[in-house]
């Protein structure tokens, strides 16, 4: 069975720090650009941040750039969201997801690119 786990939500005051991460098992996701949504309550699903399946490009949402950081480690199948100078603005649901296209060097930002998605975990910030 082919899955991804997000772990590493919580509830942080504004301003703190959280690091997310997404495990991949059942099957490598290591050529897989790979991606973090997030949905806030009553709002659609938007695109967080992106890698290319190397690591070397990463794509922003512009409401988390220069407080977000994406990275992955393919050694581990695992791929990190480190979010900082967190705003009430941010809690939502976040998800993980592996994009369909294998070798992409660029995360796309649709969400129909994307096969495999976890099952997120829920990220709570306080004023």
């Known amino acids: 069975q082919v899955n991804l786990v997000e772990s590493g939500g919580g509830l942080v005051q504004a301003g703190g720090s959280l690091r997310l991460s997404c495990a991949g098992s059942g099957r490598t996701f290591t050529t897989n650009a790979m991606s973090w949504f997030r949905q806030a309550l009553g709002k659609e699903r938007e695109f967080v941040a992106g890698?290319?399946?190397?690591?070397?490009?990463?794509t922003y949402a512009d409401s988390v750039k220069g407080r977000f950081t994406i990275s992955r480690d393919n050694t581990k199948n695992t791929v990190y969201l480190q979010m900082n100078s967190l705003k009430p603005e941010d809690t939502a649901i976040y998800f993980c997801?592996?994009?369909?296209?294998?070798?992409?060097?660029?995360?796309?930002?649709?969400?129909?690119?994307?096969?495999?998605w976890g099952q997120g975990t829920q990220v709570t910030v306080s004023s």
């Open positions: 890698i290319g399946w190397s690591g070397g490009r990463t």
């Open positions: 997801a592996a994009q369909r296209s294998a070798w992409s060097p660029t995360a796309y930002v649709q969400e129909r690119e994307y096969d495999y």
